[in-house]
C-alpha cells in the first residue's frame, strides 16, 4: 500500500506543479495584471517544536486585527482534509509510513490549499502561517537518509506561493524540551530536532528574519510584529507579485 500511494502521490504532484516557465510568466506580469496589485500579505513562522510559533502566531494575528488589517491564521498541516487526517495519525505514532510518502502527504498537504491561499491574498486578506514547505524540508532532510536531500525534499513543493517574510523562531533544543507538552508527538526527541535546527539554518534565504525565542513571550512578539507590519505595508503599496517557491 505505501508505495501504491507513494506512486499515486508522485503522479499527484507532477499533475499539480506547474511548469517553470509558465511560473516565470506569470510572475512577470506588470500593468494591469492582478499579480502587481496591493495585497495581503504572507507571513510565515517557522521553527523547531516548541519553539512558541503557536502563542506567537495567534498574538500576531491580534494584533494585526487591532491595526485594522483583515488576517487569517492557517496551520500546516492542516489536519481537517483527509490527507491531513493521514498526517495526523503518523504524527501521533498511530500509523507507521514510508519516509518518502509521508514527505509527499504534508506536500499534498500544502497544495490542496494553495489556490485557496493565493485567492485570499489577491483579495487583500492577509495570511499568518504556523510552518509551511520550509518545514517539510527541514524535518524530511533531517532524518539523514541520503535518498533524502534537501534538494529531493524541495522537489514537491516548486511552484507553491512563497511567503513575503519568514519569522525563525530559533531556540536551542534542549531549551523547547522544557517547555510543556514536549515530546507528545513522533519528531519531539532532542537529538532529532538539534538536526532539525541545523537544516534551518542552512535554508535561510534574504526573506529570513531570525528571532531569539528564548526571550519572553512579550519581547518575541514585539520582533514578529515590526516585521510582520513592513511585509504587510509593502505588500499593501502593490507592485509585488506573490512569489513562487523555490
Not at 10 to 18: F, K
Not at 123 to 132: C, F, M, P, S, W
Not at 221 to 230: D, G, I
Request: net charge neutral.
Amino acid at each position: 500500500m505505501p508505495c501504491a500511494l507513494l506512486r499515486g502521490l508522485a503522479r499527484t504532484a507532477a499533475h499539480l506543479t506547474p511548469r517553470r516557465s509558465t511560473l516565470r510568466a506569470a510572475t512577470s506580469m506588470s500593468g494591469g495584471g492582478d499579480a502587481a496589485a496591493p495585497r495581503g500579505a504572507f507571513i510565515l513562522f517557522e521553527g523547531c517544536d516548541r519553539s512558541g510559533k503557536t502563542t506567537q502566531t495567534a498574538k500576531l494575528v491580534e494584533a494585526l486585527r487591532a491595526r485594522g488589517v483583515s488576517c487569517e491564521l492557517w496551520n500546516f498541516p492542516d489536519r481537517s482534509t483527509p490527507i491531513g487526517g493521514m498526517i495526523n495519525a503518523y504524527l501521533a505514532s498511530q500509523t507507521d509510513l514510508d519516509d518518502h510518502v509521508v514527505h509527499l502527504l504534508f506536500s499534498a498537504n500544502r497544495w490542496e490549499k494553495a489556490r485557496e491561499l493565493r485567492a485570499l491574498l489577491a483579495q487583500g486578506t492577509t495570511l499568518v502561517v504556523d510552518r509551511y514547505a520550509v518545514s517539510g524540508v527541514a524535518f524530511s532532510a533531517a532524518k539523514g537518509r541520503a535518498d533524502m536531500d534537501a534538494a529531493w525534499c524541495k522537489a514537491p513543493d516548486a511552484g507553491l506561493p512563497a511567503p513575503d517574510v519568514v519569522l525563525y523562531l530559533d531556540v536551542a533544543p534542549d531549551v523547547a524540551a522544557a517547555r510543556g507538552g514536549y515530546g507528545s508527538e513522533r519528531y519531539e526527541r532532542e537529538e532529532f530536532q538539534q538536526a532539525v535546527r541545523q537544516q534551518y539554518n542552512s535554508l535561510q534565504g534574504p526573506t529570513w528574519r531570525v528571532v531569539d525565542a528564548a526571550g519572553t513571550p512579550e519581547e518575541v512578539h514585539a520582533r514578529c510584529l515590526a516585521e510582520a507590519t513592513a511585509a504587510v505595508e509593502a505588500c499593501r503599496a502593490g507592485g509585488k507579485p506573490v512569489g513562487v517557491l523555490w
